[in-house]
């Protein structure tokens, strides 16, 4: 209304009679006086339509001030311009300074209804008349010819328009124009007055009502904000009621979504690193809440929740999206999607994401800044609440923990009342799962420190109890185990590992801890737990409790350790009391019980030590005669064989031939007498079998009484299921024989001779009584008779070689090889007597576990010694021996090759241009030995046979490597009827290659 009293002072009827006047004037020479009138009358007639469309105009204003919207103001303003102030065509457009365009509003078509230009935008060209009058910005009107001013009514023809600017008082804020095009009647001067008069009311009406709409708007956003705020009061209130900072996350996207006008909302924590967030939940476009805690986002560096991340301030950023096509709007339309940063006083601990992406409507800066404030709101009370819930879990555990050192407590009571070691542990493997709470629980001890563990009990990956006391397994250097153990004190290790199942398979991934079983002074083992089984966290507490529980264990196992030691001493010391009370009842000394005892005591150390000094004497002498074995041997086999070869070269009755004969028997006896040296020093060639000492009983049962006589009784009780031996079976029989002549002669006038076998076992302790006796089972050959006994003084020297009491009769190694058989056949002779109580000799051999072999007996060469053509190799570094075998081997038809050595051996055989069907060699040479000798000239002549001899003892020629399966073996000295025997039995034997 301003605008339009404006405009009527601004043009008063004094200047409108002025114009009458000047327009008299003019026209007084051509027109007469009846035409002025005319003139003047149709001007007062215009004049009264202006002063009407005046007041009109007053009236339209006060109507279109009434307007509820903008575009109501210009509907009723083209509507009412029309009908009230009588303009042909109309049409509002306002201009967008931002885009540089002229936006629509509504217009009169060519039929003269009211069309909807809203949607058209212009571009302005200022060359134009309207752009030329906008670029003025003043209150302005032109007036000018066109045709088809408007795009759309092309087919208008020409005419007339007016354009007049929207003026709001201080800027152009557009233009309004009218035409002819429907009347096509004149615009006058009123008419174009009329329009610049009503353009500026339009104008001064249009900056009131977007005043009046932006100050509505502001009110609306005010209370819409304030309402937001009340309803984050509201939805704070909710939330920190909450029990779980997992349900504040479900609730917070819940009520976020549905409180805050959003469509969809999602909420992310931190991770570890700041490059991955950790997902929490989703309130979707459904309403429905998905479950994102397993998730994990790994954000690229320039992406915008990693600037606001970076930052680390509380905000919120906007990000453009696209919104995809629907079935009701199939263009794509770019919207705002919301990112607040969760902060909970110093740093940003996550982040809100919300749009309305399906709904296609964007985000507010009311939305953005009540989403800044409920990101606020929620990272405070997630904050708060994971305090809460550390307090909280700390106070659980806190509480656990001494329920736990309760149980414990208990669990201590139960396992001290174990029986033993493995009871123990395997109750604490129970105890600790079922009392303690432990998932799986393994307990090792020390095999080798720091080399390997020896498992006990464990709980499997089917949680049922597992034996693993055969298990060993070695220590990792760098394993938990290793670790605990390295600083040999009681320590708890936890560490992320990856389990394998039996097959070796990776079975899964989790966490493992470790605690060392020390026993007060030294690491011992070793308890592990884990949780494979549910893959829960294993707290600091449970680290602790699994701390106390080993170090309580460990002390526990000391302690049962050492109860078992005592109660086995105990029961040793028992065992020794109830002896030594038996004995003292026998002999009715108490009082000199104790005495006795020491003195027991003292004589089994004296005895013992006289057993050890006995046994290296006996080692000694075993160890010099097997030293002067070999060339005795070497001598008595040229002593025997020269003399054999006269008495075949003398009658009988020829002289010489008697003396002959007692150089033969002289040399038998001396043989006779070497191999019971070699027996003593268990130095002899044995030929080992596994045996049954009552089926040698039975051999022997006839022939021992024909030996001991008929004024001795003698007695064979053989055990029932006795086991085998592994021996010599003519050693054997030679044991036997050896210790039924030494009863025979302990009893002249005749007694009893006990012969029994037995099942006999030493435990560690028993076998502690005997010098080399080892713990284990054994054979037990018991001889005994009734004789006299042995003194006392003699009894250190019983089994010396050449000791011997009969003096006119006997060499004194009877009992000497006797000792030595047992010896070198693995196993052990004592004896006990007593004055007028008789003597036993009890002998022990290892027992195995095998069926006895079927013994045969080897015959003994007899007749004229077997002659031969074929071509002998002979290796022997004696002389006077490789002298007499070739001697021999010639005098029987034989073609010898002599060699004092293996290299000569080799030289010979490469000029030899024959065939060599037999190697007779010795075992032990300067240089090649008889072995390396036999197997060159097998890689050079595979057809030919060896024949190994030698007067060394057997671990010479076990070293030399020629005593194995198959191997012909003659052990000087050896007679020639033997050796050419040996010699015609090899080479019509096939070649072994």
């Not at 002549?741 to 009584?769: C, H, V, W, Y």
Request: include cysteine; proline fraction near 4%.
């Amino acid at each position: 209304m301003v605008a339009f009293f404006a405009a009527a002072d601004k043009y008063p009827p004094s200047h409108n009679l002025g114009l009458i006047r000047m327009s008299t004037d003019q026209t007084r020479s051509r027109f007469d006086t009846t035409k002025i009138k005319i003139l003047y009358r149709e001007h007062e007639r215009a004049e009264d339509r202006f002063r009407a469309q005046l007041t009109e105009l007053f009236a339209v204003s006060n109507e279109l001030a009434k307007a509820a919207s903008l575009d109501d103001l210009c509907r009723q303003a083209i509507e009412l311009g029309r009908s009230q102030l009588g303009f042909d065509r109309m049409g509002i457009w306002f201009l967008d300074e931002d885009t540089e365009e002229f936006v629509g509003t509504f217009s009169t078509d060519r039929s003269g209804r009211i069309r909807d230009d809203r949607q058209l935008r212009h571009p302005v060209d200022t060359s134009s008349t309207v752009g030329g009058l906008i670029s003025k910005n003043m209150l302005a009107m032109r007036r000018q010819e066109v045709t088809a001013p408007d795009p759309q009514d092309e087919n208008l023809g020409p005419g007339t328009r007016a354009v007049a600017t929207l003026w709001d008082g201080a800027n152009v804020i557009g233009f309004v124009t009218t035409d002819n095009f429907l009347k096509h009647e004149p615009i006058t001067d009123r008419q174009a007055e009329l329009l610049l008069l009503y353009a500026s009311i339009i104008g001064q009406l249009c900056m009131h009502k977007r005043t009046e709409l932006e100050l509505r708007e502001w009110a609306n956003v005010e209370q819409e904000f304030h309402a937001k705020l009340r309803t984050l009061q509201t939805l704070s209130n909710e939330l920190s009621k909450v029990a779980t900072l997992d349900d504040l996350c479900r609730q917070a996207v819940v009520l976020g979504r549905s409180h805050l006008g959003f469509e969809w909302m999602e909420m992310w924590f931190v991770a570890d690193t700041p490059d991955m967030l950790r997902g929490a939940f989703t309130a979707n476009a459904k309403g429905e809440v998905v479950d994102r805690r397993a998730e994990n986002l790994s954000l690229d560096p320039d992406s915008l929740i990693r600037q606001i991340i970076r930052e680390n301030k509380p905000q919120t950023r906007t990000q453009e999206l696209r919104a995809p096509a629907t079935d009701e709007d199939e263009t794509e339309v770019m919207i705002s999607r919301a990112l607040a940063a969760l902060w909970d006083g110093e740093k940003v601990t996550g982040c809100l994401v919300a749009d309305n992406l399906l709904a296609r409507q964007p985000i507010t800066e009311v939305q953005c800044e009540v989403l800044s404030l409920y990101a606020a709101a929620v990272g405070h009370l997630c904050s708060l609440k994971r305090a809460e819930e550390q307090l909280s879990q700390r106070a659980n555990e806190e509480r656990a923990f001494q329920q736990k050192l309760r149980a414990l407590n208990t669990v201590s009571n139960e396992l001290s009342l174990a029986a033993t070691v493995d009871d123990l542990f395997r109750r604490a493997v129970e105890l600790g799962r079922t009392a303690l709470g432990f998932e799986r629980l393994a307990v090792w001890l020390v095999e080798q420190p720091g080399a390997s563990l020896r498992g006990t009990f464990a709980i499997d990956e089917q949680d049922r109890l597992r034996d693993d006391r055969t298990v060993v397994q070695p220590i990792q250097p760098d394993s938990q185990q290793a670790e605990a153990m390295a600083q040999n004190a009681p320590a708890v290790i936890q560490r992320e590992v990856k389990f394998r199942g039996p097959d070796g398979k990776i079975a899964g991934y989790g966490l493992r801890v470790v605690a060392a079983l020390s026993d007060g002074e030294k690491i011992v083992g070793c308890v592990s737990t884990d949780n494979l089984l549910s893959h829960q966290p294993i707290t600091s507490r449970q680290s602790e409790l699994l701390g106390v529980f080993a170090a309580t264990l460990g002390h526990l196992y000391s302690l049962k350790r050492a109860q078992e030691a005592l109660s086995k001493a105990h029961d040793d010391l028992e065992r020794r009391v109830e002896q030594r009370t038996a004995q003292l009842t026998r002999a009715n000394v108490e009082l000199k019980h104790e005495i006795g005892e020491r003195q027991r005591a003292e004589d089994g150390r004296r005895e013992l030590a006289d057993q050890l000094r006995h046994a290296q004497k006996m080692e000694a002498v075993g160890r010099l005669a097997g030293g002067i074995a070999h060339d005795f041997n070497n001598l008595l086999m040229v002593i025997r064989g020269y003399a054999d070869m006269a008495l075949e070269d003398l009658k009988p009755g020829q002289p010489l031939q008697r003396e002959v004969s007692e150089i033969q028997k002289a040399t038998d006896r001396a043989g006779t007498l070497i191999r019971q040296l070699l027996a003593f020093g268990r130095k002899q060639v044995l030929k080992p079998k596994v045996l049954d000492l009552n089926a040698i009983l039975t051999t022997m049962s006839k022939m021992l009484p024909r030996l001991i006589g008929e004024h001795v009784e003698l007695v064979i009780r053989p055990g029932d299921s006795i086991g085998s031996v592994k021996a010599d079976p003519a050693q054997i029989e030679q044991v036997i024989m050896n210790l039924a002549l030494n009863a025979r002669d302990a009893m002249p006038g005749g007694g009893k001779l006990t012969i029994e076998t037995s099942n006999t076992d030493f435990d560690a302790e028993s076998a502690k009584r005997y010098v080399g006796l080892h713990p284990g089972p054994y054979v037990l050959l018991s001889v005994s008779d009734t004789g006299g006994g042995i003194a006392e003084e003699i009894r250190p020297h019983v089994f010396e070689p050449f000791f011997t009491t009969q003096v006119d009769k006997g060499s004194g190694l009877g009992l000497a090889s006797v000792y030595g058989i047992v010896k070198q056949s693995g196993g052990h002779i004592w004896f006990s007597s007593a004055p007028g109580q008789g003597t036993t000799f009890n002998v022990y051999l290892p027992r195995i576990p095998r069926a006895a072999e079927t013994v045969h007996g080897a015959p003994e060469p007899a007749g004229k010694s077997p002659r031969g053509s074929e071509t002998i190799l002979l290796a022997e570094d004696g002389d006077d021996v490789r002298e007499l075998v070739t001697q021999v081997l010639k005098t029987n038809g034989y073609t010898v090759l002599a060699a004092n050595c293996g290299a000569e051996a080799l030289a010979l055989a490469d000029k030899h241009r024959g065939r060599i069907h037999l190697l007779l060699t010795d075992v032990v040479m300067p240089g090649i030995s008889g072995g390396q000798l036999a197997e060159q000239l097998r890689a050079k002549r595979p057809d030919i046979h060896v024949i190994y001899m030698s007067g060394y003892t057997d671990d010479a020629i076990v070293h030399h490597g020629v005593l194995n399966s198959g191997t012909t073996f003659l052990q000087k000295p050896v007679s020639p009827q033997t050796l050419t025997h040996k010699v015609r039995e090899v080479l019509d034997a096939p070649a072994k290659h």
